[in-house]
């Protein structure tokens, strides 16, 4: 038998190694303390989530810690934090976390959004950015324009249909001609966008590690792995997205024998070069659909919510239309003239960005920043409303000014340094949304047409809102309804359309 002297000094061996072995999360940067075990996560609320952060950043500075159970986080706050960490030191920040239930099985594998780092990422990531580049994107501006003209139709003829469901259509139609091609989506007739966006919902929300036994208890997934019965609720799912993004990706098809322009035919073109199979363009393709829905219908509610409480803005904007366009609609071809409507735009995104929180990087491995380490496997939180909000470029940040972004000549002035040209909205480094371009042009044209054709007011014998809540839906955060009254500026409005909306019902 082992003697009890031989047990005694392996156990003060190993004890003695554990105290000398150096803490990788000795040198994080500071944070609020916890719990045992829990660590932060019972002050974490369920949702607004980047309130919280931003309310921690205020005490621990643009770049914090917490512990989520286990799970170590770095929180982003100031741009200039953001741009060294996500930016600068992409090599090191530019991973996912690893949401098993979520990427493994939900999606298959292949959500270009939330996999994680890996040779099957980095092609899908240059082929989406090539095809998303400035110059395919402006390929879509003359169908942008056409868009801008049905949305002012329906405003029109659906007067009682509420802003949401007008600025979905609108959204959802762009970027469903933009990635299928295809005709205008109308506003009382089927919807295949609203399945895509459901099911891209559910599913992400079902895969967050609060919802996931399989993320928080790491020892389950190898009885998922081996078991089918487990499994199968799982891998129906995947099959149903799966298929639901194909038949999309097929339906496409005749619009690229039409010589349209769209995403998956462009993706298709270069898939040889990138080695990228056929379920995979499927799915790249359905997930820039998806994630493109929602943020550029939550902009124009914001938008909306601010003409309504910025009545100043609104007159001094339409003076700008007034000069410049006179009675005709406006086109992107005015845009170097639309100073104001270009500010207000970059205002919107600013004051309220649609995806507040950002979507969560990890790091890939260890490394140092202002003499923090960040271990391998933290997460870091991209907190686009603490940035937003950064006093080093934002004065007065809460207040809507588009002005802001004007100097004294009134010509956009140079974007400040780490804003990303003032669009902070659309994240940081290798994974900065590469639809950016796209979503920046339907909102600039949107709002332009929008108060070129109508006045923003009060509903009659209401009072404009002085505070609207908002509802926060996961990744996007929107202004709950309110009611507006739109006012056409033209009596013969709808005939100023021409012939862009002879069509439709």
């Known amino acids: 038998m082992v003697s009890t002297a031989i ?98 099985y939900l999606s298959a594998g292949g959500n270009v959004v939330t996999m994680s780092a890996s040779d099957t990422w980095r092609r899908l990531r240059k082929a989406v950015h090539e095809v998303l ?21 329906y405003l029109l003829k ?85 298929n639901m993004f194909v038949d999309l990706y097929a339906g496409a098809k005749d619009a690229w024998a039409l010589g349209e322009p769209c995403i998956s035919n462009n993706l298709n073109k270069l898939s040889e070069d990138y080695g990228i199979s056929q379920t995979s363009k499927a799915w790249t393709s359905g997930v820039v659909f998806s994630a493109g829905q929602d943020t550029t219908a939550t902009a124009l509610r914001f938008f909306a919510l601010a003409m309504l409480l910025h009545p100043e803005v609104m007159l001094k904007a339409q003076t700008e239309l007034d000069v410049v366009v006179g009675d005709r609609m406006p086109t992107f071809e005015d845009k170097e003239k639309l100073l104001y409507i270009t500010a207000i735009a970059e205002e919107v995104t600013r004051w309220h960005p649609p995806a507040p929180g950002g979507v969560p990087h990890a790091a890939s491995e260890d490394f140092v920043y202002e003499g923090y380490v960040i271990p391998r496997g933290t997460w870091i939180i991209d907190n686009i409303w603490s940035q937003t909000r950064d006093p080093a470029l934002y004065d007065e940040a809460d207040t809507f000014d588009p002005s802001r972004f004007l100097d004294a000549e009134g010509c956009i002035k140079a974007a400040a340094p780490d804003s990303h040209d003032d ?3 659309f994240g940081h480094g290798r994974r900065i949304c590469p639809g950016r371009d796209l979503a920046a042009n339907s909102l600039f044209i949107s709002i332009a047409c929008l108060l070129w054709a109508f006045e923003f007011r009060p509903v009659k014998g209401e009072a404009a809102p002085e ?33 862009t909306v002879a069509h439709l019902a």
């Open 158 to 242: 659906y007067p009682q249909v509420n802003l949401v469901k007008h600025f979905h259509r609108t959204s959802a139609s762009i970027i469903w001609r933009g990635v299928y091609g295809g005709n205008p989506l109308s506003l009382d007739g089927p919807d295949p966008s609203q399945r895509v966006q459901d099911m891209s919902a559910e599913a992400f929300k079902a895969g967050l590690p609060g919802n996931s036994l399989m993320d928080m208890f790491p020892p389950l997934r190898h009885l998922y792995a081996n078991s089918k019965w487990l499994r199968k609720p799982l891998d129906d799912y995947a099959t149903e997205s799966t």
């Open 7 to 104: 047990l005694i000094g392996v156990a003060l061996l190993v004890v003695t190694v554990l105290l000398l072995q150096p803490d990788r999360y000795a040198k994080l940067p500071p944070g609020p303390p916890g719990l045992p075990l829990l660590g932060n996560v019972l002050q974490l609320p369920a949702s607004f989530m980047y309130l919280k952060l931003h309310e921690w950043s205020q005490q621990y500075g643009p770049i914090f810690s917490f512990n989520a159970a286990g799970q170590r986080v770095v929180v982003v706050s100031s741009a200039k934090v953001a741009g060294d960490v996500l930016d600068r030191l992409s090599a090191y920040s530019s991973n996912r976390p690893r949401w098993y239930k979520l990427n493994d």
């Open 133 to 153: 580049n400035v110059r395919n994107v402006n390929g879509f501006r003359s169908m942008q324009e056409e868009e801008a003209a049905i949305t002012i139709h």
């Open 423 to 425: 669009g902070l909205g």
């Open 467 to 499: 505070d609207i809540g908002l509802v926060d839906n996961f990744i996007t955060v929107q202004p709950a309804p309110f009611k507006v009254d739109l006012v056409p500026r033209f009596r013969d409005l709808d005939l100023r359309l021409g012939e």
